[in-house]
T-cell receptor
Framework: DGGITQSPKYLFRKEGQNVTLSCEQNLNHDAMYWYRQDPGQGLRLIYYSQIVNDFQKGDIAEGYSVSREKKESFPLTVTSAQKNPTAFYLC??????????????FGNGTRLTVT | KNQVEQSPQSLIILEGKNCTLQCNYTVSPFSNLRWYKQDTGRGPVSLTIMTFSENTKSNGRYTATLDADTKQSSLHITASQLSDSASYICVVSALSGGADGLTFGKGTHLIIQP
């Protein structure tokens, strides 16, 4: 079955620690994205990548970092510089680069809690 | 600034009843509009896409409409089922935008009661 796998589903960390969220896709999609979802808010774009070894900042990139060394993988690191990291994180991919003509395929998210 | 407003914020209806969710947008220049369904604790799934020239599109019991003149879209759910309980998110794409050209609404939280 083709799809996007995010792991872990739940993640707990102490304040001041960096944490890496995994995202893997086997859809052979070129573009991958990270969004953050908070209660009562729309999804906000953190980072996106349209091709291997290249990525761009989204609206709320501060305190986050990514890499795209392989087409299938787009891990997100939440650093200690992110002031309010507790949230639901969604990874997505699309066949082409995010112009809306290709639907976004989402993983089932990672809920990160930082205390 | 591009914006997408959805209403109502939440809605409770009885199983078997119909309902309509609204999406108003100010995204320009407009490319397309998608409705996504997000079950609790899961990622959103695309239900339908509307382009500028389309007025109505159906996907089973879901029917989306688009009025590009008034910049409004609706999602009508017919004969609701318990499995329709979810958040429904309207996403509008700007013609000139890339990945950062997508504007997300906050969603309508729909609860179907037996």
């Amino acid at each position: 079955d083709g799809g996007i796998t995010q792991s872990p589903k739940y993640l707990f960390r102490k304040e001041g620690q960096n944490v890496t969220l995994s995202c893997e896709q086997n859809l052979n999609h070129d573009a991958m994205y990270w969004y953050r979802q908070d209660p009562g808010q729309g999804l906000r774009l953190i980072y996106y990548s349209q091709i291997v070894n290249d990525f761009q900042k989204g609206d709320i990139a501060e305190g986050y970092s990514v890499s795209r060394e392989k087409k299938e993988s787009f891990p997100l690191t939440v650093t200690s510089a992110q002031k309010n990291p507790t949230a639901f994180y969604l990874c997505a991919s699309s066949l082409t680069g995010g112009d809306g003509n290709s639907p976004l395929h989402f993983g089932n998210g990672t809920r990160l809690t930082v205390t | 600034k591009n914006q997408v407003e959805q209403s109502p914020q939440s809605l409770i209806i009885l199983e078997g009843k119909n309902c309509t969710l609204q999406c108003n947008y100010t995204v320009s220049p407009f490319s397309n509009l998608r409705w996504y369904k997000q079950d609790t604790g899961r990622g959103p799934v695309s239900l339908t896409i509307m382009t500028f020239s389309e007025n109505t599109k159906s996907n089973g019991r879901y029917t989306a409409t688009l009025d590009a003149d008034t910049k409004q879209s609706s999602l009508h759910i017919t004969a609701s089922q318990l499995s329709d309980s979810a958040s429904y998110i309207c996403v509008v794409s700007a013609l000139s935008g890339g990945a950062d050209g997508l504007t997300f609404g906050k969603g309508t939280h729909l609860i179907i009661q037996p």
